[in-house]
Nanobody, 120 residues
Framework: QVQLVESGGGLVQPGGSLRLSCAASGSIFSINAMGWYRQAPGKQRELVARITSGGSTNYADSVKGRFTISRDNAKNTVYLQMNSLKPEDTAVYYC??????????????WGQGTQVTVSS
């Protein structure tokens, strides 16, 4: 079983910055892609950014140039640096990771979510 724990959410003014972290733990054999998704009230969950084990990244068009995803493979941790935040970035942000556990079973795990609110 692989668990993900997020941290770093909160309330920030428009134009401000936040950094989210997500640490994976448990019966990890490998972690392939890690990503951040978000869900605003009344909307579907959407991909924000994703990073592969090799470091390739992709972003939602709405966050390109403002958000940066990175990972520390030694710590099984993924980060999301969010700059120039806008009110429309307000959402619950979820971490996701997929790979194989120590029994070589595929997993696809989600964190519990962290609230990001952008408001003056």
């Amino acid at each position: 079983q692989v668990q993900l724990v997020e941290s770093g959410g909160g309330l920030v003014q428009p134009g401000g910055s936040l950094r989210l972290s997500c640490a994976a733990s448990g019966s990890i054999f490998s972690i392939n892609a890690m990503g951040w998704y978000r869900q605003a009230p009344g909307k579907q969950r959407e991909l924000v950014a994703r990073i592969t084990s090799g470091g390739s990244t992709n972003y939602a068009d709405s966050v390109k140039g403002r958000f940066t995803i990175s990972r520390d493979n030694a710590k099984n941790t993924v980060y999301l640096q969010m700059n120039s935040l806008k009110p429309e970035d307000t959402a619950v942000y979820y971490c996701n990771a997929g790979g194989f556990d120590t029994r070589l079973r595929r997993y696809d795990s989600w964190g519990q979510g962290t609230q990001v609110t952008v408001s003056s």
